[in-house]
């Protein structure tokens, strides 16, 4: 990737299929199969990998926590990207530029 802090708007992310998941105390634990690594993401990084388990863009993806958070969208779209990358970075996301 050019930029690796970076998604485009437009690229489409997915949730690794080899991965599963469990809502607990509204954050949720992701377990990817190959390794048998167990991750955590918060409230905000539920509703992500919850939209991401269909393909969508970083833009609709921004947007969906835009409408349920009192946050600035480019700051969101920042946040959301860098924390696809790291789970591209883990396995857990596949991307589609």
Not at 56 to 82: G, H, I, N, P, W
Request: proline fraction near 1%.
């Amino acid at each position: 990737m050019e930029n690796a802090n970076k998604i485009a708007e437009t690229t489409t992310v997915v949730a690794a299929e080899n991965c599963i998941s469990t809502a607990v105390d509204g954050e949720t634990v992701i377990l990817y199969q190959d390794d048998g690594v167990y991750y955590s993401v918060n409230e905000v990084g539920t509703l992500v990998w919850e939209m991401i388990q269909q393909p969508k863009t970083l833009d609709e993806v921004s947007q969906k926590v835009v409408s349920e958070y009192d946050v600035a969208y480019e700051r969101c779209q920042r946040d959301v990207s860098k924390m696809l990358v790291e789970m591209v970075d883990e396995g857990l996301v596949r991307l589609d530029e």
